[in-house]
């Protein structure tokens, strides 16, 4: 059963850093791709970034110089997102997915920036 499993969450004030990571678990195949999206309250989930299992990386306008999605592991099913220069608009829950014909979740990790 494959498992996703985010970390990395907390409070951070504005200009702060953090770093997320997530987690695939229970396959052993490497996922053509996978990301990263969040969700504030009373908004739509959107996209922050994504990662393909070539390398190839895609941001959102909003995060474009300041988030860093990277992806590790033997089978690369683990990425990170580097978050610098963090906003109050950047408030949410982070949600990791990993996409191979189906697509998988994570139950998410809480961001929020407030001084």
């Known amino acids: 059963q494959v498992q996703v499993v985010e970390s990395g969450g907390g409070l951070v004030q504005p200009g702060g850093s953090l770093r997320l990571s997530c987690a695939v678990s229970?396959?052993?195949?490497?996922?053509?791709?996978m990301g990263w999206y969040r969700q504030a309250p009373g908004k739509q989930r959107e996209l922050v970034a994504t990662i393909t299992d070539g390398g190839s990386t895609n941001y959102a306008d909003s995060v474009k110089g300041r988030f860093t999605i990277s992806r590790a592991g033997a089978s690369k099913n683990t990425i990170y997102l580097q978050m610098n220069k963090l906003k109050p608009e950047d408030t949410a829950v982070y949600f990791c997915?990993?996409?191979?014909?189906?697509?998988?979740w994570g139950q998410g990790t809480q961001v929020t920036v407030s001084s």
């Open positions: 997915n990993a996409v191979q014909g189906n697509t998988f």
């Open positions: 229970g396959t052993a195949f490497t996922f053509s791709r």
